[in-house]
């Protein structure tokens, strides 16, 4: 199944109260979809996974989400890292997020960094 964009950060528009508050509150957004065993699902991850940003006040919160709060999350198989957000909070954080994803057998594709 290849799916669109995959936020599991609160954006510009609902900061407080998006997707991201809820999965720090323990919401699995993927928790009621069936997946067969043998299905293999793709999705824009179109936020950043770490622990650090580049940015100040409101907007180191905007598209960003710990990895700690995503270790409840069923994932995907494969992400695309490529898009307009990926480098949003600087080159540590995006770091930061390809390694989560190694770290959890997470596949990616879109970056020429390998760990």
């Known amino acids: 199944k290849i799916l ?3 936020n599991f950060s609160d954006g510009f528009f609902d900061m407080g109260f998006g ?3 809820a999965i720090k509150k323990g919401f699995d957004p993927f928790a009621k979809l069936y997946r067969k065993r043998t299905d293999f ?11 650090t940003s580049d940015k100040q006040g409101v907007y180191a919160k905007q598209f960003l989400i710990s990895p700690r709060d995503l ?17 949003q909070h600087g080159e540590s954080a995006y770091r930061e997020m390809l390694w989560y994803l190694s770290e959890h057998g997470v596949q990616y594709v879109g970056s020429l960094e390998r760990r």
Do not use: F, P, T
Not at 41 to 51: F, P, R, T
Not at 73 to 84: P, R
């Open 4 to 6: 669109g964009d995959i």
């Open 19 to 21: 997707v991201g508050s």
């Open 41 to 51: 699902w793709i999705g824009n991850l179109e936020c950043v996974c770490a622990n």
């Open 71 to 87: 270790m409840h999350v069923k994932h995907l198989d494969l992400y695309g890292v490529a898009n307009n957000h990926v480098m």
